[in-house]
């Protein structure tokens, strides 16, 4: 069976829990956030996952995260182009991020890193934000095709 990326259901949560553990990233608002949640499966096991919220017209990508063991295979930037198109699809402004390790990587995707004071404020009410895991953490945004307001 082919290692394939698909939505998240309500079953994968405790495989996508115990996947961010044990790759020390919090779990805080996965479960109020699973529909909008893609997986990574290789025969019937979770090796990798990402998440996008979304706040009004802007979007928080987090929980990228994929096995050790299937790293430099591309999923990682599957699950985050994935996710970005649907921001675009939904003509949502911006999509933010926050990463204490990666920020070479998502840089290379076009995120910009900015001053955390400068993440739109609705993005802000995510969990991971009130996470001490996450206080040292880097923004970064990527700016997606402005909509027309009106």
Same mark, same amino acid.
């Given at each position: 069976? #082919? *290692?394939?990326? +698909? ?7 405790? @495989?996508? $829990? @115990? ?7 919090? *779990? #805080? %608002?996965?479960? /109020?956030?699973? &529909?909008?949640?893609? *997986? ?6 979770? =090796?990798?996952?990402? %998440?996008?919220? !979304?706040? %009004?017209?802007?979007?928080?990508? $987090? ?5 050790? &063991?299937? +790293?430099?295979? %591309?999923?990682? !930037? @599957?699950? =985050?182009? $994935?996710?970005?198109?649907?921001? $675009? /699809?939904?003509?949502?402004?911006? *999509?933010?991020?926050? !990463? !204490?390790?990666?920020? #070479? ?10 001053? +955390?004071?400068? =993440?739109?404020?609705?993005?802000? /009410? @995510? ?5 001490? =895991? ?10 997606? #095709? ?5």
């Amino acid at each position: 069976m #082919a *290692v394939a990326v +698909r939505a998240a259901k309500q079953g994968d949560l405790p @495989s996508i $829990r @115990s996947l961010l553990t044990s790759l020390e990233l919090t *779990v #805080a %608002g996965v479960g /109020q956030h699973l &529909e909008h949640f893609l *997986v990574v499966e290789d025969a019937g096991k979770i =090796v990798g996952c990402a %998440g996008l919220e !979304t706040y %009004g017209f802007h979007a928080f990508l $987090r929980s990228v995260a994929v096995r050790p &063991e299937y +790293r430099e295979r %591309g999923l990682a !930037t @599957s699950l =985050v182009t $994935r996710l970005i198109d649907q921001a $675009r /699809q939904e003509r949502l402004y911006a *999509v933010y991020l926050l !990463t !204490t390790a990666a920020e #070479a990587y998502f840089r290379r995707l076009g995120f910009e890193t900015i001053p +955390r004071e400068a =993440v739109d404020p609705s993005v802000k /009410q @995510s969990a991971e934000f009130g996470e001490g =895991v996450c206080a040292t953490a880097r923004a970064m945004v990527l700016p997606l #095709a402005a909509v027309a307001k009106h």
